[in-house]
Nanobody, 124 residues
Framework: QVQLVESGGGLVQAGGSLRLSCTHS????????MGWFRQAPGNKREFLTV????????YYADSVKGRFTISRDNANNAMYLQMNSLKPEDTAVYYC?????????????????WGQGTQVTVSS
């Protein structure tokens, strides 16, 4: 396991933006794909997006495509999720995930390490 720390969550109005950050200290994290998930009360954890090793390959779930952007900065041991045009249904705890476990095909959705989560609340 590696330590992952999310930050940037908070309260925003519908239509607003937030930028989530995920930092880590383990060198090995940079050698795997990373991703973001979210979980609202009473729901299962939802896959949002994944990014490859060098920011050359990304994939987005339909629920966030066109509004959210994933990026990573390996030199600074960080990954980001830019969230624009936020909706009340985006309210959830957001988790960063690292050390992807490859499945049969891209996009990878299984990860070995998880952060503790950061709360995002979007008001109407």
């Amino acid at each position: 396991q590696v330590q992952l720390v999310e930050s940037g969550g908070g309260l925003v109005q519908a239509g607003g933006s937030l930028r989530l950050s995920c930092t880590h200290s383990a060198r090995t994290v940079s050698r795997y794909a990373m991703g973001w998930f979210r979980q609202a009360p009473g729901n299962k954890r939802e896959f949002l997006t994944v990014i490859g090793l060098n920011d050359g390959s990304t994939y987005y779930a339909d629920s966030v495509k066109g509004r959210f952007t994933i990026s990573r900065d390996n030199a600074n041991n960080a990954m980001y999720l830019q969230m624009n045009s936020l909706k009340p249904e985006d309210t959830a705890v957001y988790y960063c995930a690292a050390e992807a476990i490859p499945g049969s095909r891209w996009p990878y959705q299984n990860f070995r390490s998880w952060g503790q989560g950061t709360q995002v609340t979007v008001s109407s």
